[in-house]
Structure formats: structure tokens, C-alpha cells
């Protein structure tokens, strides 16, 4: 069975770092995905996936600590894990994580941070027209940066 996951988000938060045993540490990270699209009146809508990544990897935990900062653009592969827990009442749990094997991070992409600040300060009907052009530079930048896995 295949079970990999290639992703590409934004950190929503700092990482969270774990100490679980003597010998196993752990980071945490909060991505979001956000997938544009244009609706059925030609507005660009946008529809945010939230996922959480767990690092137990030695090679990455150090630049988790140092790199992975809130609106740092992350790109990642690994497996999709569930876990499951009983809560305090007896109930069974599950959430669904990324185990995360190989990690790649980016500043926050400046055109995209331009274009907000545009945003801002555009009328309504420019920021269709912005948000069009920063994902469309986004993706070019993505593409050109994205590691062969």
C-alpha cells in the first residue's frame, strides 16, 4: 500500500517542541494549504486545509526549532498517520497526523505579502485581479523551488 503525502502551506504557528523521553524528541507544526479556485460568478474564493505535522526526524528538529516560525512557507513529505486516544469520559478519539521524513523551508513569499498590502488599500474591484496574480506568482515560485523527493 502507498501511504505519501507532498505538501506545500504556511507554518500558522511557531513549532511546538516535545521532549517525550530521553531519547525521542518531537516538533510540532500547524500548516495551512489554501485552495483557490473561481466560483460559478468568476470571484476567486479560497477554502484553507489545516493540517498537523509531526517531526521525530533528527536531521530536521534543530531547524524546526530555529526556522519554523509563524507565515514560514514549508514544503513536506511523509505519511499519514491516525491516532487514537480515549478522552476522560471514556469516549474514543482520532485525529489524523502527517509524519513528516523530509522538510524544505522558505521565507514568506514578499509578492504575496505585497499584494495583501495592495490589498488593503484597493477597492473592491482590484482584489480580484491581485489575488489572481500573486497566487499565479506564488505557484512560479513554488514550482521553481520545489525539491525533486
Do not use: H
Request: proline share 1%; net charge positive; charged share 30%.
Amino acid at each position: 500500500m502507498i501511504n505519501q503525502v507532498v505538501l506545500s502551506g504556511v507554518l500558522t504557528a511557531d513549532s511546538e517542541q516535545r521532549q517525550l523521553s530521553k531519547d525521542t524528541e518531537l516538533s510540532v507544526l500547524r500548516v495551512v494549504y489554501d485552495r483557490n479556485y473561481k466560483d460559478s460568478n468568476g470571484n476567486w474564493q479560497s477554502i484553507p486545509s489545516y493540517f498537523t505535522v509531526k517531526v521525530f526526524d533528527r536531521r530536521y528538529l534543530s531547524r524546526c526549532k530555529t526556522l519554523a516560525k509563524k507565515g514560514v512557507c514549508v514544503t513536506l513529505a511523509g505519511e499519514l498517520k491516525q491516532e487514537r486516544w480515549t478522552d476522560e469520559n471514556g469516549k474514543n478519539k482520532s485525529t489524523v497526523v502527517i509524519i513528516a521524513n523530509q522538510l524544505e523551508f522558505r521565507q514568506r513569499i514578499k509578492k504575496i505579502d505585497n499584494a495583501i498590502e495592495q490589498k488593503n488599500a484597493a477597492s473592491k474591484e482590484d482584489i480580484s485581479d491581485l489575488v489572481e496574480a500573486a497566487s499565479a506568482n506564488a505557484r512560479e515560485q513554488l514550482e521553481d523551488s520545489i525539491p525533486v523527493f
